[in-house]
């Protein structure tokens, strides 16, 4: 197979405005750079594929977006750690910047990525919100660092498995509605000890319990949209695609 980078013009541009300042980009797995099973253009370190390939596919993020720092990868754990860009230790579910030129990523494949931006554009950052994260706090902990005295947020919820696709069992349910009952409006029954799950619904239950309400969503669905994005419930083994944020001057 040839092997071929691709161009920025064929990533996700979000439709979110939150400040002139801030700048959001979603990859995916279009372009001929990495071959089977991770087809197309992998970003993740830890999914089988060669260390050195995924190196040179995110320095080709980083050449692409221009920015004056690398983006700061992650070491993501399904946790609710959030690290400030640039912290050395990068075992952590989400980063944060209140500085320009400093991308803040996470990387997903079914997950949901979490952007959030100050609405004076003065700090942005990126969390990975698994169901574990969501449920034990990823969300309150990025709102907590990037907006400590309350400071009005605005948030988009990038590409991620949609209800009819994510079936959990009795157990995920039973934890989110122990941490809050309003959950149960975002679970469908699934036949016996099964359940659909809206992994975006209760991220927005989250948000709002957080007093965030400016919230933006592309409704993308990485198992449904089996040409453009990764997916692990639907490949198994596969790649990781990257949810960017950054603040330019």
Same mark, same amino acid.
């Given at each position: &197979?040839? &092997?071929?980078?691709? #161009? $920025?013009?064929?990533?996700?541009?979000?439709?979110?405005?939150? *400040? %002139? $300042?801030? @700048?959001?980009?979603?990859?995916? @797995?279009?372009?001929?750079?990495?071959?089977?099973?991770? *087809? +197309?253009?992998?970003? +993740?370190?830890?999914?089988?594929? #060669?260390? /050195? @390939?995924?190196?040179?596919? $995110?320095?080709?993020?980083?050449?692409?977006?221009?920015? /004056?720092? %690398?983006?700061?990868?992650?070491?993501?754990?399904?946790?609710?750690?959030?690290?400030?860009?640039? #912290?050395? #230790?990068?075992?952590?579910?989400?980063?944060?910047?209140? $500085?320009?030129? /400093?991308?803040?990523?996470?990387?997903?494949?079914?997950?949901?990525?979490?952007? &959030?931006? @100050?609405?004076?554009?003065?700090?942005?950052?990126?969390?990975?919100?698994?169901w574990r994260g969501l449920l034990d706090g990823i969300i309150e902990q990025g709102a907590g660092q990037l907006a400590p005295a309350g400071e009005p947020l605005s948030v988009w919820l990038g590409p991620a498995i949609c209800q009819r696709c994510y079936q959990v069992g009795d157990e995920v349910r039973a934890a989110f509605l122990n941490h809050d009952p309003a959950a149960a409006t975002q679970f469908l029954a699934d036949g016996p000890g099964h359940w659909r799950m809206d992994l975006f619904g209760l991220a927005r239950q989250r948000l709002q319990a957080a007093g965030i309400t400016e919230v933006q969503s592309g409704d993308l669905c990485t198992h449904c949209l089996q040409n453009d994005y990764y997916s692990y419930r639907r490949d198994g083994q596969t790649g990781r695609f990257a949810t960017l944020i950054w603040l330019k001057d």
């Amino acid at each position: &197979m040839a &092997m071929a980078l691709p #161009d $920025r013009k064929n990533w996700l541009t979000p439709d979110w405005r939150p *400040h %002139p $300042r801030v @700048r959001a980009l979603v990859t995916n @797995r279009h372009g001929k750079f990495s071959p089977p099973p991770w *087809h +197309g253009f992998n970003l +993740g370190s830890n999914c089988g594929d #060669d260390l /050195e @390939r995924v190196a040179q596919a $995110r320095a080709h993020v980083h050449r692409q977006i221009g920015s /004056e720092k %690398p983006p700061h990868w992650l070491i993501q754990i399904h946790g609710v750690r959030v690290v400030r860009f640039g #912290d050395a #230790d990068r075992r952590a579910d989400g980063a944060y910047t209140s $500085r320009s030129g /400093e991308p803040c990523v996470v990387l997903t494949a079914d997950c949901l990525p979490v952007l &959030m931006a @100050r609405q004076d554009g003065s700090a942005v950052g990126a969390f990975h919100a698994g169901w574990r994260g969501l449920l034990d706090g990823i969300i309150e902990q990025g709102a907590g660092q990037l907006a400590p005295a309350g400071e009005p947020l605005s948030v988009w919820l990038g590409p991620a498995i949609c209800q009819r696709c994510y079936q959990v069992g009795d157990e995920v349910r039973a934890a989110f509605l122990n941490h809050d009952p309003a959950a149960a409006t975002q679970f469908l029954a699934d036949g016996p000890g099964h359940w659909r799950m809206d992994l975006f619904g209760l991220a927005r239950q989250r948000l709002q319990a957080a007093g965030i309400t400016e919230v933006q969503s592309g409704d993308l669905c990485t198992h449904c949209l089996q040409n453009d994005y990764y997916s692990y419930r639907r490949d198994g083994q596969t790649g990781r695609f990257a949810t960017l944020i950054w603040l330019k001057d």
